[in-house]
């Protein structure tokens, strides 16, 4: 099956139409927002060349699950999944923030920590920690949300004092990301896993603050197998881990990290069918459920048949 890496549908009501790293929005009236979850693939902020089979969906999937998992903390945006790749929802006004939240010492964070820094989006961390070692509560570490190129470390007095997010939607932020969190940790802890860090995203509508965008899926997240853990941590090795830093760890073995002059590394067709597997493997343990892969000769005519039905009947 054919990796889906475009869309240029034409729908009813439609007026805009953004394409991020890998995402295709339309904008619906004003009011919806279509989100087509694309094959496309993004590391260290870059677009890689080829999209992976079956990710779209996938990913789709989880943050639909997460969102109706999480209903019950905060509005979220969603309101329907007219096609596996496909949720249409709300348009909120976005705040110009991601939340993100780390209950460990992985990622960005250990490789900041490695580097001598022990003050992280103006957060300390306890000194003679290790690599994915369990803070003794889990920090917010917030980034600008950059419109191109990478996001920024910001600290939480900075957002304030710039006036990007005022203290008292910053504070019920704050307070939304550590219960979705929460949740999404009891949730992988009966599925044998370990969220260990993950970004949020918020906007407004009507006053009123939504959760927006996908969450706890493997591009937004990073997860352990809690099986041998502990054991790990102790021999110092590293941890087995569902979460997309196995794609950032082979660009990095081959000498990408998305600098300027550095080149992509080959995708072979192993690779490729490597990273969908991976993905898939992915969705049947957060979700305890076996992935059906809905498979098609036309996915591009399927999506747009299926979305604009459903528009149809708003």
Known sequence: MDAIVKTNFNLPGQQEHYVGKVRDVYSIEGDYLVMVVSDRISAFDVVLPKGIPFKGQVLNQIAAKFLDATADILPNWKIAVPDPMVTVGHKC???????????????????????????????????????????????????????????????????????????????????????????GTEIAAKMGLI?????????????????????????????????????????????????KEFVREWLMANGFQGQEG??????TPEIVESITDRYIELYEHITGEKFEKVACDNVEERIEKNVTEWLNNL
């Open 262 to 267: 550095q080149q992509v590394p080959e995708m």
């Open 195 to 243: 969220l260990v860090d993950t970004k949020y995203e918020f906007g407004k509508k009507n006053g009123v603050i939504y959760l927006m965008d996908e969450i706890h899926t493997p591009d937004s997240s990073r997860y352990f197998y809690a099986e041998g853990y502990e054991e790990r941590l102790a021999a110092g090795e590293k941890q087995k881990q569902l979460s």
């Open 93 to 183: 006004e976005p705040f110009k923030v991601e939340m993100v939240i780390r209950g460990y010492l992985s990622g960005h964070a250990w490789r900041e920590y490695k580097a001598g820094k022990r003050t992280i989006c103006g957060v300390e961390m306890p000194e003679g920690m290790v690599e994915n070692q369990k803070f003794p509560t889990p920090i917010i570490t917030p980034t600008t949300k950059a419109a191109e190129g990478h996001d920024e470390d910001i600290s939480k007095e900075e957002i304030i004092a710039q006036g990007i997010v005022s203290r008292e939607d910053y504070e019920q932020l704050e307070a939304y990301t550590r219960a979705i969190f929460e949740r």
